[in-house]
């Protein structure tokens, strides 16, 4: 593989770039680790600047199925440009993409963090037993369903999702509802919603609010390591 890598996903700028920042010519405006980018910026996630991308000449863009469009990514493809897009549901599968990018696509040795994130979740307890909902999104309202890789970390942590077994992955239910739904916890990450102490638990009274990172929650990267520890303090802090 050649040495001119676009990415469209702010946890895979992150892997890349911690691995081997050379190799990265550009990534999108949310890409905002590690600080300090020195690189071109070719727009956002859901609407990448096709033709930017294209003058950068890359040899791989990165992409995610879940986080960029699939019309954009046949676009880059139509452009010429090869794109690796990558298929993250749950841990497992995030450390055998993560692998298979650096490693398999890159021919990168396969690096020390990478490591240290699977052995950071390996033989985990949980932290404890709360039946909670995780809104990622207000105005509506929706939450963490099925299937999610933030919902399979908060598994692993002993957070049992009340709505794990919904239909949809994001699905949108009423405040209403969600404060009936009989929880221990309501947990709020800052991304992609930026839920604060002043946004957020004031719509559920009486019930405890875990304010949590949004990128150790739903990042696959360098932050997979510490991950547990923060989450963990986090629900701890909380209940």
Same mark, same amino acid.
């Given at each position: 593989?050649?040495?001119?890598?676009?990415?469209?996903?702010?946890?895979?700028?992150?892997?890349?770039?911690?691995?081997?920042?050379?190799?990265?010519?550009?990534?999108?405006?949310?890409?905002?680790?590690?600080?300090?980018?020195?690189?071109?910026?070719?727009?956002?996630?859901?609407?990448?600047?096709?033709?930017?991308?294209?003058?950068?000449?890359?040899?791989?863009?990165?992409?995610?199925?879940?986080?960029?469009?699939?019309?954009?990514?046949?676009?880059?493809?139509?452009?010429?440009?090869?794109?690796?897009?990558?298929?993250?549901? /749950?841990? =497992?599968? @995030?450390?055998?993409? $993560?692998?298979?990018? *650096? %490693?398999?696509?890159?021919? !990168?040795?396969?690096? #020390?963090?990478?490591?240290?994130?699977?052995?950071?979740?390996?033989?985990?307890?949980?932290?404890?037993?709360?039946?909670?909902?995780?809104?990622?999104?207000?105005?509506?309202?929706?939450?963490?369903?099925?299937?999610?890789?933030?919902?399979?970390?908060?598994?692993?942590?002993?957070?049992?999702?009340?709505?794990?077994?919904?239909?949809?992955?994001?699905?949108?239910?009423?405040?209403?509802?969600?404060?009936?739904?009989?929880?221990?916890?309501?947990?709020?990450?800052?991304?992609?919603?930026?839920?604060?102490?002043? /946004?957020? =638990?004031? @719509?559920?009274?009486? $019930?405890?609010?875990? *304010? %949590?990172?949004?990128?150790? !929650?739903?990042?696959? #990267?360098?932050?997979?390591?510490?991950?547990?520890?923060?989450?963990?303090?986090?629900?701890?802090?909380?209940?």
């Amino acid at each position: 593989m050649g040495q001119r890598v676009v990415s469209l996903v702010p946890s895979l700028t992150e892997a890349v770039a911690e691995t081997r920042p050379g190799l990265l010519v550009g990534a999108t405006d949310w890409c905002t680790r590690p600080a300090g980018l020195d690189l071109v910026r070719v727009g956002g996630t859901k609407n990448p600047d096709v033709a930017a991308i294209t003058a950068l000449r890359p040899d791989l863009v990165l992409a995610n199925e879940e986080e960029n469009r699939a019309p954009d990514l046949a676009a880059l493809r139509a452009a010429g440009l090869e794109v690796l897009v990558t298929e993250i549901r /749950d841990l =497992p599968q @995030a450390l055998r993409e $993560l692998d298979r990018l *650096l %490693v398999g696509a890159l021919g !990168l040795a396969r690096p #020390g963090w990478l490591d240290a994130a699977e052995a950071a979740w390996t033989g985990l307890g949980p932290a404890g037993e709360w039946r909670a909902f995780v809104p990622v999104w207000r105005r509506p309202w929706m939450v963490l369903g099925r299937d999610t890789f933030a919902g399979d970390l908060f598994a692993r942590l002993g957070v049992r999702n009340v709505y794990a077994g919904h239909a949809e992955r994001y699905p949108r239910v009423p405040a209403e509802e969600l404060a009936a739904a009989g929880c221990d916890l309501v947990v709020l990450p800052d991304e992609p919603y930026r839920f604060t102490a002043q /946004d957020g =638990p004031e @719509a559920f009274p009486g $019930l405890p609010a875990a *304010l %949590v990172s949004g990128r150790h !929650l739903t990042w696959y #990267g360098p932050s997979l390591a510490e991950a547990p520890a923060v989450l963990a303090a986090a629900l701890r802090a909380a209940h």
